[in-house]
């Protein structure tokens, strides 16, 4: 599994001098931009073992930019050309299971706040396409920043302004063109349709072992709790509901996130 590989590796790059780590970084940065493309197992594999050998070739006095060249984005590219693509089924697959969780999680966030809930598949069909956009446009910004071709100040302001920018084409999207093929769903509906989606996390959660699914299975389940809630509990309550819980959640998320990646590094 990928995670597999990323923890062994990040374990190897402490074993690694200032500058060599920096060169790897470098290559990781890049490859991200590219990552969507390509198997994450086999770059995950091919990126581990290029640590251990540079480790290696550490101990005898080799610095990462006479092993690797002076340009860690044309070793990289060199890497890719090697490695097979992925096929379409492949891609459309990942694609698929981002929308599965982005397009579940906007839900329940839907589920939490919006009373009575209305489905806006177009909406959903929007927010994963700007996902996806605005990640790739992520990855290439910071790769730029982790090569020194652009500050970190500007890079952040840019990251900042760009999310602004996706949220409210999702925003104007929902309210002037959300409305067609909107489907208004009664309480009871809602409640079954969020536990769908919270029993789907938990599987991919299973099945996956990845603590980041794990962390977005916790969440979940908080805003499963709020919106049941405020659909119990009269209007003063709901609304401060509506904040708590989900800033809990917000906290359970990050805590889970953290515990999990100590207990794996133990």
Same mark, same amino acid.
């Given at each position: 599994?990928?995670?597999?590989?990323?923890?062994?590796? &990040?374990?190897?790059?402490?074993?690694? $001098?200032?500058?060599?780590?920096?060169?790897?970084?470098?290559?990781?940065?890049?490859?991200?931009?590219?990552?969507?493309?390509?198997?994450?197992?086999?770059?995950?594999?091919?990126?581990?073992?290029?640590? @251990?050998?540079?480790?290696?070739?550490?101990?005898?006095?080799?610095?990462?930019?006479?092993?690797?060249?002076?340009?860690?984005?044309?070793?990289?590219?060199?890497?890719?050309?090697?490695?097979?693509?992925?096929?379409?089924?492949?891609?459309?697959?990942?694609?698929?299971?981002?929308?599965?969780?982005?397009?579940?999680?906007?839900?329940? %966030?839907?589920?939490?706040?919006?009373?009575?809930?209305?489905?806006?598949?177009?909406?959903?069909?929007?927010?994963?396409? $700007?996902?996806?956009?605005? &990640?790739?446009?992520?990855?290439?910004?910071? *790769?730029?920043?982790?090569?020194?071709?652009?500050?970190?100040?500007?890079?952040?302001?840019?990251?900042?302004?760009?999310?602004?920018?996706?949220?409210?084409?999702?925003?104007?999207?929902?309210?002037?063109? =959300?409305?067609? =093929?909107?489907?208004?769903? &009664?309480?009871?509906?809602?409640?079954?349709?969020?536990?769908?989606?919270?029993?789907?996390?938990?599987?991919?959660?299973?099945? *996956?072992?990845?603590?980041? %699914?794990?962390?977005?299975?916790?969440?979940?389940?908080?805003?499963?709790?709020?919106? @049941? @809630?405020?659909?119990?509990?009269?209007? =003063?309550?709901? $609304?401060?509901?509506?904040?708590?819980?989900?800033?809990? =959640?917000?906290?359970?998320?990050?805590?889970?996130?953290?515990?999990?990646?100590?207990?794996?590094?133990?």
């Amino acid at each position: 599994m990928i995670e597999d590989y990323t923890e062994k590796m &990040s374990a190897e790059l402490l074993h690694l $001098n200032k500058d060599n780590q920096a060169y790897m970084k470098k290559m990781i940065a890049y490859i991200g931009v590219k990552s969507y493309f390509y198997d994450d197992e086999l770059l995950g594999e091919q990126l581990y073992n290029m640590v @251990c050998d540079l480790k290696v070739a550490e101990k005898e006095g080799i610095r990462a930019v006479d092993y690797f060249g002076k340009d860690p984005r044309a070793m990289v590219d060199q890497i890719l050309s090697e490695l097979p693509r992925r096929s379409l089924g492949s891609y459309a697959g990942l694609v698929f299971i981002l929308g599965v969780i982005l397009v579940g999680m906007r839900y329940l %966030m839907d589920f939490t706040w919006m009373m009575p809930l209305t489905i806006q598949p177009l909406t959903y069909v929007v927010f994963l396409l $700007n996902f996806l956009i605005f &990640s790739q446009f992520i990855l290439w910004l910071w *790769s730029k920043q982790s090569y020194g071709e652009m500050k970190w100040p500007r890079a952040m302001f840019i990251s900042v302004i760009s999310l602004m920018v996706i949220l409210n084409i999702v925003r104007l999207f929902s309210i002037y063109f =959300g409305q067609i =093929g909107s489907l208004l769903l &009664s309480d009871g509906w809602a409640i079954f349709l969020a536990v769908l989606v919270l029993l789907g996390f938990a599987v991919m959660a299973y099945r *996956s072992r990845d603590r980041l %699914m794990t962390s977005l299975l916790v969440m979940g389940m908080t805003f499963l709790v709020t919106g @049941c @809630c405020v659909r119990f509990v009269n209007p =003063g309550t709901a $609304n401060v509901l509506r904040w708590l819980l989900p800033l809990i =959640g917000l906290v359970l998320f990050l805590l889970v996130f953290r515990l999990q990646r100590k207990g794996e590094a133990i």
